[in-house]
Structure formats: structure tokens, C-alpha cells
């Protein structure tokens, strides 16, 4: 068996394969706070236009986590959003691309940047509160923005490479937790033995994304842990921010700390809180159960998925953390 477009999107695909091959002057965005989803389908497309005589950029709203830049085959086609230079490639952009984000709060730095620029959005989110205006491609359905990248390349006849496929692979193993979350499906499978055949480099990979720690991250995640909270069907962490600065810790060293509370028996509902620069507070969801999150999420002005979603909350934390508990509480105890 081999991986195929579902149907339903097939000329979705095509559409948008054919708007990005048209395109000589390309941005590239995700949302704040990178993860390997967004970097990685970002790259991939990049590649694919960069290959095909377009310039191309990729200017994230936040600086592009340390463990995702050996993605990029150039350093310099990464530009970031603080720079007179993706000032300039914003201005002279006929696309910008957004992909795995579909809310214009989501693009903080980067979303006056290209405002009025001709735009399409590429993603596997529910709908946002505040739709990026363009063209769409978004399907819930899909494991990844990566798996709907795939679909576009493969309907424009893209010319497969290393740089390629190993940016949708990361993507892929990064969002679908190691193919275990409830995102896989069939379709994911097939999809990712075919980059392993072309070449995938597997093991480095994995190196990349889950053993190249930095002590910071642990000395943190120490610290975290010992804020850990948990009653009956619930847990959660609250991010000490005395620690957290005194660290000069990042968003990235937070990566993946939610499922630690996620990972006790009897959870359904994980929650991380954290302050953040600016004093609003930062939560996100994780659901083991049949409780969805994204509709927690969605009340506090958030969302993202039924089993994985974020808020942000411009009110101080422990108010945050108090109304948000009780309302999971209400869910999980239904």
C-alpha cells in the first residue's frame, strides 16, 4: 500500500500547489513559539520554492527554536522577525504562506508585517476565533500541516529531497508524539514509511527532537515538577517564574513539560500555566479522555484540538489558574 491525497482534498491541493508554483516572492510564518509542525512544514515548502527559481524566506513571529534549525539547508533563509531584512521580504512579498496557524493572534510580531499581503493558510486546526484572511487548505483531519504540505508537493510533482523529507518527517513524529496521539491514522503511516524509503534520516532525527537536552531544560523542568498538583482526573504544573527567569529559560525548554502531569494514571485533563513577559498567562491543554480541550480552550479565547489546545489570557495567573480548573473540573467530572 502507498500513501494517496484523500479525495476530499485532492483538489484543494492542486489549487493551492498551483497558487504557491505561481508565486516569485515568498514569506513564510507560523505561529509564535515554534514547534516542529510549523518549522517543518515551513521548510519544506521553502525548499520546494527555492528549488523551482523562487526566493523564498521563513520569518517566525519568535525566534525559531535551537533544535529545529538543522532543518534549514541554509541558515540565511531563515530571517528573524525583528530584522530590517524580513522587513523587506515582508514588503516585497506577492505570497506570504502561513501554515499550522489559523488565527491572526497567533502571528503576534509578523502579523503587521504582512497585512494586505496576498495570503494563503495552510493548517489542521479547528476554526479560529480570528480567521487569517486568503486562500485555505485546512483539514482537522489531518495527523499534521505537514501531511497537507505533502499533499501539496505531491500534486505540484515536486522534485523530492533530503532537506524535504526530513523536515516533514520531523514534523510528522514531533505532532503525532511518536506516532502515538490520537491524530494517527493509517493514512500516517504510510505516509512516513514512504519518507523512511526515500532515505529519512530516522535515528538522527530522533536525536534532534528528543536527546539533544539542554541541562537548562532540566534544571527547570526540576523545578516545575516540585509545582506539580493533581486530584481526580486532573493534574497540573504551574511554571515557577522566579525559576523560570532566573534560568533565562525560553518558551522551547517548556516544550512537551505538559504531559508530564498528561502521563499519571487516571488523567484526563493535563495542564501547564505559565506568566509571560508581557504578565499575561500562558495555558496549555492535554486530554487523555473524552473531555475536549479545544472547547476549554475556545472559553478562555484560545483553542487548537479536541486532545491538545492553548489559551492566552491577559489577566494575572493564579485568577487564570483558578477559573481554568474549575471549568476542566466541571468537564471531567460530567
Known sequence: MRYHTPSHRQEQARRMASRLARANSIVLTTHMNPDADGAG???????????RGAEGWFVPPTPLPERYRFLLPEQDW????????????????DLVVVVDAGDLRRLGRVKPMVEGRPTVVIDHHTTPVRPIPGDRLVDTGACATAELVYDILMAAGARWTPAIDNALYTAIVDDTGSFAYSNVTPDTHLLAAELVQRGVDVVGIHRQLFESMDVRRLKLLRECLGELRAEDGLSWITVPDQAYRDLKATGDDLEG?????RAIKGVEVAMLFRTTNEGATKVSFRSNGLVDVDGI???FGGGGHAKAAGALVSRPLEEVRADVVNAARALVRE
Not at 41 to 47: D, F, I, K, P
Not at 83 to 88: F, L, Q
Not at 257 to 261: A, D, F, H, I, K
Open 257 to 261: 513539560l505538559v504531559n508530564y502531569p
Open 41 to 51: 512544514s515551513a521548510v519544506a515548502l521553502l525548499v520546494w520554492l527555492r528549488d
Open 78 to 93: 531563515h530571517l528573524s522577525a525583528r530584522s530590517a531584512a524580513a522587513a523587506r521580504a515582508c514588503a516585497a512579498a
Open 297 to 299: 480552550a475556545r472559553s
